[in-house]
């Protein structure tokens, strides 16, 4: 059964970080790609980061530059560091896996909790 919880959101001021982590209950390695989402009260939600088995990333151009997803194998989590955060990254945040078994299978998917970020003016 894979679970994956997020940890690490909370209250920050405008121009602060957080660092977001998202544990997993078996190995990570299983996964082809993993990701965060957020959501705004009353709006989509959308992809903020992803990262695939092989390394390789990509971002919301909203969040391009400021924002760094990685992941540790040896810990089995995901991590999202949030540099200089903005009112407008306020949402509650989901961590995200995924797994395609074969190119006919139907993905695998799992979400967490999320945990909620506020970033204030």
Same mark, same amino acid.
């Not at 959308?46 to 990262?51: D, F, M, N």
């Given at each position: =059964?894979?679970?994956?919880? +997020? ?5 920050? =001021? ?25 959501? !705004?009260?009353?709006? =989509?939600? +959308?992809?903020? !980061? ?21 992941? #540790? ?14 009112? +407008? #990254? ?13 190119? +006919? ?17």
């Amino acid at each position: =059964q894979v679970q994956l919880v +997020e940890s690490g959101g909370g209250l920050v =001021q405008a121009g602060g970080s957080l660092q977001l982590s998202c544990a997993a209950s078996g190995s990570i390695f299983r996964f082809d790609a993993m990701g965060w989402y957020r959501q !705004a009260p009353g709006e =989509q939600r +959308e992809l903020v !980061a992803a990262i695939t088995g092989g390394g390789s990333t990509n971002y919301a151009d909203s969040v391009k530059g400021r924002f760094t997803i990685s992941r #540790d194998y040896a810990k089995n989590t995901l991590y999202l560091q949030m540099n200089s955060l903005k009112p +407008e #990254d306020t949402a509650v945040y989901y961590c995200h896996a995924e797994k395609k078994p074969c190119i +006919e299978c139907r993905v695998f998917e799992h979400w967490g909790q999320g945990t909620q970020v506020t970033v204030s003016s």
